[in-house]
């Protein structure tokens, strides 16, 4: 565990972020940057008497600069996060996931920084070509947040081969758990708990046997410290549970979890998601050290626990 260092999260306040925040806090000197575009002080109740939080945004690079310059360890999570919201306005997108970027890079060619690590995202392999998918697997992004995200990616490592900054990129599969925003552009766990809170039916795009690989965020905080702390160990890693489950799966389980029955409706499949994603872990498992510890029937189930109580 990483101790007594100086740390920047951007996007602390977010649903992962914030998180992550929560298990450095105590033994850490970390700053949050986050703008609450869709972070909430809320999430930051836990840590907020041990963190300093700026409220600022990483387009203003000025602010990056003078927070980067004596930071040991960036954890950059802050971004445009979602496919709909890309296709909606896919220049914000690139302003945010790309440029962005681009700022904190540069600005650590001016800082000390022991180790980048960068938010990634499985959306950039769009469909798989072949099951599980390992980080060699062809690239084919098919949504503007997947190309913002891809496009990032290569600004680390081009930064890493070019100025010597050492970076890791994780790419998160299908993320859920407490802190989650249920809106309409959300991941599908939560929207599936905000319906049944609501007694609406389950909108189900397609006929549900398109496959997610569902990670709890307890597990992708847990591959950030072993990023940060394994230094030496620099790439890309899929960050995932390498366990498949089907949609309507999903909503079996829901239904059973919430002892809730309701109707199924089922819509035509939105543009840009992928049909199937299930991840190879074991580069990460070797290198990092990472196994994710949470199943999903489990993870499903501390989930309702939580949005019972909030």
């Keep these: 565990m990483l101790k007594n260092a100086r740390i920047l999260v951007t996007g602390g306040a977010g649903f992962i972020g914030s998180h992550l925040v929560d298990r450095l806090s105590s033994e850490n000197e970390v700053i949050v940057l986050d703008n609450l575009a869709s972070g909430s002080l809320a999430n930051l109740e836990q840590s907020k008497d041990h963190i300093t939080l700026i409220k600022g945004d990483i387009l203003d690079k000025p602010m990056i600069e003078s927070i980067v310059a004596d ?44 180790k980048f690590v960068y938010s990634s995202s499985a959306a950039i392999y769009g469909d798989a070509i ?49 802190r989650q925003g249920s809106s309409q552009y959300a991941n599908v766990i939560p929207i599936f708990f905000r319906r049944i809170r609501d007694k609406e039916p389950l909108t189900i795009f397609g006929d549900g046997n398109q496959t997610r690989d569902f990670i709890n965020v307890k597990d992708v905080v847990a591959a950030n ?23 309507n799966e999903l909503a079996d389980y829901v239904i059973d979890i919430t002892n809730y029955q309701t109707k199924r409706i089922y819509a035509p499949p939105r543009k840009g998601e992928v049909l199937h994603s299930l991840a190879d ?19 499903l189930r501390q989930y309702f626990e939580y949005l019972k109580a909030h």
């Design 71 to 114: 930071v040991e360890f960036i954890f950059h999570l802050a971004a445009n996060v979602g496919n709909i919201k890309s296709i909606e306005d896919p220049y914000f997108d690139m302003e945010v996931n790309i440029k962005g970027t681009l700022n904190l890079l540069e600005a650590c060619l001016n800082s000390n920084v022991r």
């Design 130 to 178: 072949y099951l599980p998918i390992d980080e060699s697997h062809p690239l084919n992004p098919e949504s503007p947040y997947a190309v913002s995200k891809l496009a990032a990616e290569k600004y680390c490592f081009a930064f890493h081969k070019v100025h010597g900054i050492p970076t890791i990129a994780l790419r998160y599969f299908n993320v859920y758990g407490p």
């Design 281 to 299: 872990i074991s580069a990460s498992k070797r290198s990092l050290g990472f196994s994710p510890s949470m199943n999903i029937a489990d993870g």
């Design 225 to 247: 410290i072993l990023a940060a702390e394994t230094e030496e160990v620099l790439g890309i890693f899929n960050i995932a549970s390498s366990k498949s489950t089907s949609v």
